[in-house]
């Protein structure tokens, strides 16, 4: 299991907008096996878990250790993880999230929690975010060397920089 790749899976997944079953298909495009058992309990129990995961990048977002251990543990409670290693290649042996999971929604909140929490041990707990461009809310793992990121796309990165480069020149000009 790659952890990170789950972590950010996390992150895509808060930063879905799933109000139905064919944004959910939408968001599996790379997963198109899950597409079969896709239902609309699995569009409620998502948008569920979106509103419960948030808090966790929030409090990374301001540093907050304790509450992203606190919260993450919380939602480990309410949805187990079950952990097994993967053989299907005999050389590369990983984990994966055990698919015993009775639905799509379970899988994907089993991978999130599993990704976050292993992150949050390995990284730490500040390693989540919120983008910090004006009318954006997304979220994002950082995983940069010197914990530096700051926008949750290359997109909101330049955005922000034209801005403050335009407001640069306007003030140089006054």
């Known amino acids: 299991m790659d952890f990170i790749r789950y972590a950010e899976s ?7 907008d799933m109000p139905d079953v064919d944004a959910l298909l939408d968001h599996l495009s790379r997963r198109e096996w899950l597409h079969p058992t896709v239902v609309e309990d699995d569009v409620d129990a998502l948008q569920g878990f979106q509103s419960a995961l948030r808090p966790v990048f929030e409090a990374s977002d301001r540093g907050d250790v304790g509450a992203v251990v606190s919260t993450i543990n919380a939602l480990l409670i309410e ?7 993967s053989d299907h290649d005999p050389d590369d042996l990983h984990m994966h ?3 015993r999971a009775a639905s799509v929604s379970e899988l994907l909140i089993s991978e999130s929690l599993m990704g976050l929490a292993n992150l949050v041990c390995d990284l730490g707990a500040t390693r989540l975010g919120i983008c910090q461009a004006v009318k954006c809310d997304h979220v994002f793992v950082d995983t940069s060397p010197n914990q ?3 926008y949750c ?3 909101c990165s330049s955005r922000a920089n ?3 480069y335009r407001a640069r020149q306007k003030a140089a000009a006054s």
């Open 97 to 99: 999230v055990a698919n």
């Open 153 to 155: 796309s290359e997109r």
């Open 162 to 164: 034209v801005a403050a």
């Open 148 to 150: 530096s990121r700051r």
């Open 10 to 16: 996390a992150a895509a997944l808060l930063n879905a």
């Open 79 to 85: 949805h187990p993880v079950t952990p097994m290693i």
